[in-house]
């Protein structure tokens, strides 16, 4: 769908590439999308990493009710 919407309509080895490029997996790796080239000014590393485990709902096991209703 991404393709399709900016025109660039992709088959065979290169959607493959681009599917396996997009996957929370190879993100969660690649410094150039998980933030880990940021300065700590930006980015303190010692929280903990920008992208996480890539489960949807994770934030409820880490928010507290209150954090929750404000958010």
């Excluded at 088959?11 to 410094?31: C, E």
Aim: with cysteine; proline share 8%.
């Amino acid at each position: 769908r991404l393709c399709s919407f900016l025109g660039r309509p992709l088959s065979g080895p290169a959607l493959d590439a681009v599917v396996a490029n997009a996957s929370f997996v190879t993100m969660s790796h690649n410094p150039m999308s998980n933030f880990s080239l940021s300065p700590a000014f930006i980015l303190d590393r010692r929280r903990g990493p920008f992208l996480r485990k890539g489960i949807s709902g994770d934030w409820r096991n880490h928010l507290t009710p209150e954090q929750s209703r404000r958010f």
